[in-house]
């Protein structure tokens, strides 16, 4: 029984940083990956980042590359999204899913992921 849960998000000023955790319980598949995701209102739920539990490799949007970085904690079962120089697109609730099954590399697809958090809000300001 996996449960995902994100917690960090708030808001900031543009330019800001925050770091958001998603702790997946019950999901220990050396197989899988874990990604965020996030949605502004009237618009679809976009890819961020994802990262292979197998090797760690790590994918990220062109929209956030070199300003946010993706990262995990094995131990603790727990993956972080630190963000940097934030900017008022990146306004949206954030959310972080499972995949169960990674054949190579995570990839950025809604349909991939298996289990999903209930989301955070982070809000930019300018």
């Known amino acids: 029984q996996v449960q995902v849960v994100e917690s960090g998000g708030g808001s900031v000023q543009s330019g800001g940083s925050l770091r958001l955790s998603c702790a997946a319980s019950?999901?220990?598949?050396?197989?899988?990956?874990i990604g965020w995701f996030r949605q502004a209102p009237g618009k679809e739920r976009e890819g961020v980042s994802c990262?292979?539990?197998?090797?760690?490799?790590?994918v990220y949007a062109d929209s956030v590359k070199g300003r946010f970085t993706i990262s995990r904690d094995n131990a603790k079962n727990t993956v972080y999204l630190q963000m940097n120089s934030l900017k008022p697109e990146d306004t949206g609730v954030y959310y972080c899913?499972?995949?169960?099954?990674?054949?190579?590399?995570?990839?950025?697809?809604?349909?991939?992921?298996?289990?999903w958090g209930q989301g955070t809000q982070v809000t930019v300001s300018s």
């Open positions: 899913a499972a995949d169960r099954v990674v054949v190579r590399r995570c990839v950025l697809r809604r349909n991939d992921y298996h289990y």
């Open positions: 019950g999901f220990t598949s050396n197989n899988g990956g």
């Open positions: 990262i292979t539990n197998r090797d760690g490799t790590t």
